[in-house]
């Protein structure tokens, strides 16, 4: 298996552009979540996802930030309008079973600059 | 809500000696489950350690070992042998009650020197 892939790597964008992360899990995991990791606040989780279903979302900072999981193979998260204040690393994990009583797969990141 | 402390900021250790990261948590449930992460340069998060709060044998993986102490709520990382491929960020984790998602600490930076 190829992991869990997310793109673009990078992302730079001026301020009020929309951005879309996208995020292709490993097949056969039945969750799949969202962090943001910046200097100041570490890692935060934003949102997950059990098949497909958001189940928590109470890390969205706010209105401007959406996820959605159209099906088991890809989620994408979109801010719109972005703000500089975004500009962070966003992972996308993912986990069988139990989810985060598992291990949790990360994917290689998007940095995303916003200008 | 559950709270993950990591208390050093940065850490450093010569290559071939012994280190170990602190980590405390808070929380109220019996059950959970405690990680560690690591993460190099290349920003790749990758398990170390995993560690069930009901087991009361301590994990171990090679070079790796936790000293869990749950009365304590403390839950550290060993390290030993230390090598140059060990440095990189290091986060403590914490995944418990009824809400299937992680907590991070946030981190405390290894330095290997040669």
């Known amino acids: 298996d190829a992991g869990v892939i997310q793109s673009p790597r990078h992302e730079v964008t001026e301020m009020g552009q929309e951005v879309t992360l996208r995020c292709k899990p490993i097949s056969g995991h039945d969750y799949l979540f969202w962090y943001r990791q910046t200097m100041m606040r570490g890692l935060e989780l934003l949102i997950y996802f059990n098949n497909n279903v958001p189940i928590d979302d109470s890390g969205m900072p706010e209105d401007r930030f959406s996820a959605k999981m159209p099906n088991a193979s890809f989620s994408t998260l979109k801010i719109q309008p972005s703000e500089p204040r975004d500009s962070a690393v966003y992972f996308c994990?993912?986990?069988?079973?139990?989810?985060?009583?598992?291990?949790?797969?990360f994917g290689s990141g998007t940095q995303l600059s916003v200008l | 809500a559950q709270t993950v402390t990591q208390s050093q900021p940065e850490m450093s250790v010569q290559e071939a000696e012994t280190v170990t990261l602190s980590c405390t948590y808070d929380t109220s449930e019996s059950d959970y489950y405690l990680f560690w992460y690591k993460q190099p340069p290349s920003r790749q998060m990758i398990l170390v350690i995993r560690?069930?709060?009901?087991?009361?044998q301590n994990a171990t993986e090679n070079r790796f070992s936790v000293n869990f102490q749950k009365a304590a709520k403390s839950f550290s990382l060993k390290i030993s042998d230390s090598q140059l491929g060990d440095a990189a960020m290091y986060f403590c984790?914490?995944?418990?009650?009824?809400?299937?998602?992680?907590?991070f600490g946030k981190g405390t930076l290894l330095t290997v020197n040669p």
């Open positions: 994990a993912s986990s069988p079973g139990q989810g985060a009583y598992e291990k949790l797969f």
């Open positions: 984790a914490y995944s418990g009650g009824s809400n299937y998602k992680l907590t």
């Open positions: 560690q069930e709060a009901y087991k009361q």
